[in-house]
């Protein structure tokens, strides 16, 4: 659901507003066409307390791309079996010049069972395994400029339903293959600060 898209750009701090999954057992087929197509289809687990699966059905998760010297688009579509809620994602990235690059992804997910715990101990409050923005919608953009081999810039920008918004921006130089030095900063808005509502 994150592999194959693609994360959410070369910052740090890329889910201040959370795109998807890092963690989950899988069984997956994955088709490469030979010609810029592919796709893949997997069987998964889930991860943490509303995540794992509580019954034999998996996780359905489908996605496909095509990419090409002037980069990809690709999009992804899970089911929760869980809480039954559907969650799909699109990204466009775009090779602007040998220096430049963009990206632009947008998330939407189902949440009408996501209030309450599918047999779990943790209250889900709106977010699932595979729409953790708040919210039903959510977007993220960005890109890296690099200035040569070893300084790169990189930012992303974020927002979701819920009212929530980040950027995060950094610039990370190479010493040595293997050894990079980055510096970044954060800043994000919390949609419901003032309510007492447990998440943003």
Known sequence: YDQFIGYAGN?????IIPYGIKDTNVVSYYFDAGSGFSGVVSLEEGSGTT??????????VGGLKYKGDWGALTGVVA?????????GKVRLDVNVNKEL????????????????????AVDAHGRGFYKPWG??????GGGTYKFND???FNVQASADDDKNY???ANVAYTIVPGFTITTEVDWDHFGHFDDG???G
Not at 79 to 87: G, L, T
Not at 101 to 110: D, H, N, P, R, V
Not at 135 to 140: F, P, R
């Open 51 to 60: 995540g794992t699966i509580d019954s034999y059905v998996p996780h359905v």
């Open 79 to 87: 089911y929760d079996s869980n809480y039954e809620e559907v969650a």
């Open 150 to 152: 070893k300084t790169s």
């Open 101 to 120: 690059s963009l990206f632009i992804m947008a998330g939407y997910g189902t949440d009408d069972n996501l209030s309450d715990d599918a047999g779990n």
């Open 135 to 140: 919210g039903n919608w959510a977007v993220w």
């Open 197 to 199: 509502t447990p998440f």
């Open 11 to 15: 910052v740090i701090q890329d889910t």
């Open 166 to 168: 980040a950027l995060a």
